[in-house]
Nanobody, 118 residues
Framework: QVQLVESGGGLVQPGGSLRLSCEGS????????MGWYRQAPGKQRELVAS???????QYGDSVKGRISISRDDATNTVALELDRLKPEDTAVYFC????????????WGQGTQVTVSS
């Protein structure tokens, strides 16, 4: 089993910055990708940013140009920084780890609330 523990989040003012971190633990053998998704009330969960095993990054359209993601394979940690926050960035942010052994499987953190408001 894989456990993901998220940190960061909370209340942030519009125009501010957000940093989230997530550390994976447990039986981690083959990480295909790590990243972040978010879900706003009444909306589907969407990709924020992800790093796959070869270092390629993927970003959601709504955050491109104001986001960075980094990953530490030694500690199975993924960190996210989102700048120039907008009220529409308000959502629950979930850490994701896509594991490849013995078969492809997604693991999720418990989610952390991010609220962008003055």
């Amino acid at each position: 089993q894989v456990q993901l523990v998220e940190s960061g989040g909370g209340l942030v003012q519009p125009g501010g910055s957000l940093r989230l971190s997530c550390e994976g633990s447990g039986t981690i053998i083959n990480v295909l990708a790590m990243g972040w998704y978010r879900q706003a009330p009444g909306k589907q969960r969407e990709l924020v940013a992800s790093i796959i095993s070869d270092g390629t990054t993927q970003y959601g359209d709504s955050v491109k140009g104001r986001i960075s993601i980094s990953r530490d394979d030694a500690t199975n940690t993924v960190a996210l920084e989102l700048d120039r926050l907008k009220p529409e960035d308000t959502a629950v942010y979930f850490c994701n780890l896509r594991h490849g052994a013995p078969f492809a499987q997604d693991f999720w953190g418990q989610g952390t609330q991010v609220t962008v408001s003055s």
